[in-house]
């Protein structure tokens, strides 16, 4: 009876879980310990969360910048679970091939941390690797959206919309203008096929 049940779930694990699933685990697990051992082993949360920037000597992770919410968001260019739409800037001269390239210009959305609420993992690595962009580590709001929330909290992830953020309904933004064409050359290959929000259109 028990070698069957043993047999069973043995079988049911084999199904669901890939070789190269298990490999990848493995591999995150084994950069956790590398990287940060005691964080890993002593505190609660994931392998993920336990590679952020200060674990990295180089990479996308620590160039200060926050990544992309589809990065994070299984593929979703949208805000995720514990955010709200804080605030925008806009990219005047966007010459790649991903969303927006018909516009030749992008609106670059912070989904900053709910106040009161926690955001899964903390500060770190998106994905667990150097070669990403943080989340929600750095604390700064431009503040042109949600103005009823007060405070200003960490910028979880970000947005890419190809009009202007003030004319979407429900992001709940003002027109107030920044601008940081720094900002153009950032990718993600999620971008490539994300949907874009709103009806399209720069401004």
């Known amino acids: ?14 199904r669901r879980t890939s070789r190269r699933g298990v490999l990848a685990r493995a591999a995150l697990a084994a950069s956790a310990l590398a990287v940060a051992p005691l964080r890993y082993l002593l505190r609660p949360g994931t392998a993920w969360a336990a590679i952020g920037p200060g674990n990295c000597s180089g990479g996308l992770c620590t160039d200060g910048y926050t990544a992309f919410c589809c990065e994070i968001n299984h593929a979703s260019n949208t805000c995720p679970p514990h955010t709200y739409i804080a605030g925008w800037w806009k990219c005047t001269a966007y010459r790649g091939h991903g969303l927006c390239d018909r516009e030749g210009v992008r609106y ?8 009161g609420e926690d955001f899964p993992g903390g500060c ?12 929600d580590c750095n604390h700064f ?26 004319r979407i309904p429900g992001f709940n933004c003002n027109s107030s203008l920044k601008v940081d064409d720094a900002t153009c050359g950032h990718e993600a290959g999620c971008l490539d096929q994300a949907e874009q929000l709103g009806d399209g259109g720069g401004a």
């Open 141 to 166: 709001r431009y503040g042109q959206c949600n103005t009823q929330v007060s405070g200003t909290t960490e910028v979880a992830c970000r947005l890419i919309v190809c009009q202007n953020p003030s």
């Open 124 to 135: 770190q690595c998106a994905n667990g690797s150097c070669s990403n962009r943080r989340v």
């Open 1 to 14: 009876m028990t070698e069957r049940i043993t047999e069973g779930a043995a079988g049911l694990l084999e």
């Open 108 to 115: 670059i959305v912070d989904c900053n941390r709910i106040p």
